[in-house]
């Protein structure tokens, strides 16, 4: 495709219930990012793939988060029993490199995400 | 820890009027820094990437310079359609080769007629 594609676009969920988001970043790109963003705030780190690895991790916010990439495509952020706190926006970024270098190729493109509202 | 400060937080400007937006930076060391554009309801779009001080870039009415410490988003002779939120971001070195973006607030700009 010509962008990130995530769906759904909006997700609202009860408490508790689980759920999970889906990201299909730029054909080809190597590296993925899950970001959340708060209302009114910028976007937060949540956790990095290089094709099929999980490289980092360290932005997830509880052991109720899980992000998975198996096949070095298509990702899903799953969060079980979710919590109030948990409402935000998800965005999804892709890259096409897998190491910084000079230039533009660390340019990460993001997808529209999705809206969780739990109510 | 590295830290993005975008400011102000919110700007007004009547369309014709030229103004910067500003986003100073504490990082370790800085692998790039990036400018993206925001509407409501959407994603970050990309606008700029710069690697070292002193360094500019252009692109219609928008132009992004770095210095060491912080970076300008000079918008010249704005129009209704540049209002949108601005983002600042800088690369980290984060787990693994690639590094992950740390984003200011970003700073809310309205364009009116």
């Known amino acids: 495709g010509a962008g990130v594609s995530q769906s759904p676009r909006y997700k609202v969920a009860k408490r508790g219930q689980d759920v999970a988001l889906r990201c299909d970043p730029i054909?080809?790109?190597?590296?993925l990012f899950w970001y959340q963003q708060a209302l009114g705030q910028g976007p937060e780190f949540l956790t990095y793939?290089?094709?099929?690895?999980?490289?980092?991790k360290s932005g997830l916010p509880s052991d109720r988060f899980f992000a998975e990439r198996p096949e070095g495509s298509v990702s899903t952020l799953k969060i079980q029993r979710t919590q109030q706190e948990d409402s935000a926006v998800y965005l999804c970024?892709?890259?096409?490199?897998?190491?910084?270098?000079?230039?533009?190729?660390?340019?990460?493109?993001f997808g529209a995400g999705t809206r969780l509202s739990v109510l | 820890e590295d830290q993005v400060t975008q400011s102000p937080e919110a700007l007004r400007l009547q369309e014709g009027e030229s103004s910067s937006l500003n986003c100073s930076y504490t990082?370790?060391?800085?692998?790039?820094l990036f400018w993206y554009r925001q509407d409501p309801g959407k994603g970050p779009e990309f606008l700029f990437t710069?690697?070292?001080a002193g360094e500019e870039k252009e692109k219609e009415r928008l132009k992004a310079t770095l210095t060491k410490k912080e970076s300008f988003l000079h918008i010249t002779a704005p129009k209704p359609e540049d209002s949108a939120t601005y983002l600042c971001?800088?690369?980290?070195?984060?787990?693994?080769?690639?590094?992950?973006?740390?984003f200011g607030k970003g700073t809310k700009l309205s364009v009116k007629p």
């Open positions: 970024a892709s890259s096409k490199r897998a190491r910084v270098v000079q230039g533009d190729k660390n340019i990460q493109y």
């Open positions: 054909s080809g790109h190597v590296s």
């Open positions: 793939f290089q094709n099929e690895a999980q490289l980092d």
């Open positions: 990082v370790s060391g800085l692998r790039g």
């Open positions: 710069l690697y070292s």
């Open positions: 971001a800088v690369l980290t070195q984060g787990g693994g080769s690639q590094g992950n973006l740390i």
